[in-house]
């Protein structure tokens, strides 16, 4: 059972950024994303109802919510789904992964935890392995605006996920369960990006073709709903440090995803610098498996 849940969250989480390409010039991005999390939210509100496992919430509770649906299921979506319009979705699987470095630098701004020295030598190993898996586009002919801006945004969209991850260490110690904030969160992710729609004037347009529609449904179901499901079983099955092992593996799937679908062409540098990211990761995440020290709640997609 182990084994079933953690490949399934691999294939799932590592697949979802190929789906994202999908819903690219058919609709405006912040109306497909809205789509994503509002049908995601419907289904999360569902099953806890049906299940009575919805929490209440107070004030407090509810301004958290609020905040990690701005940076989890709002923000950082926004700058996803704008870079892969620039650069290969396996790459900004890769940026993504480096969310554990992140994390840590957070946490020792918000919370004043102390950072290790592996997990600053994990994240140097991350930040030399991303720039060799851009180093072909950025340094040849090849390298444009619009490359440095994928990377920028993929880069600042972490940076988001990050944020919301603190929101949610805050939420997970204030007793409100992970599925409870998620749904709230994806709720008023959907409901900002709704707003920012109508005050910009962005339509809320529909293609009814079977690439967008399917993959919506990809990305709000088992991407946003039953992926996420798997990983908290796991976390519930083998501690939240063990379960995060199946981060590092992300970039693997997306990227050769990336390389049938949108022709990603791998080369040694490539090769090395996902080494270099795995491996940073890797140092990153043995830190808290050889202390027991908490960790911060792993990437989603």
Known sequence: MNLSL????????GTTWIAIKLQLEVVAIP???????????????????ASRRLQRLDARGQALCMVQGLCLFCLNFLCFYSASQWIPSGLIAVVFSTATLWNALNARLFFQQRIAANVLAGGALGLAGLALLFWPELAGHTAT?????????????????????????????DGIRPLTSNAWGMFYGALMLAAYCLLSGTPFGFQWSFAYVGSLLYLAIPGSVIGFTAYLTLVGRLGPERAAYCTVLFPVVALNVSAFFEGYQWTLPALLGLVLVMLGNLLVFRRARR?????LPAAES
């Open 145 to 173: 605006r619009e490359t440095w801006q994928g990377l920028g945004l993929a880069l600042l969209g972490t940076l988001c996920f990050s944020a919301g991850n603190m929101v949610s260490s805050l939420q997970q110690k």
């Open 31 to 49: 109306a497909s994303i809205a789509y994503r999390f509002a049908l995601a939210a419907v289904v999360l509100f569902a099953m806890l109802l």
């Open 291 to 295: 202390t027991g020290a908490p960790t």
């Open 6 to 13: 953690y490949l399934l969250t691999v294939l799932i989480w």
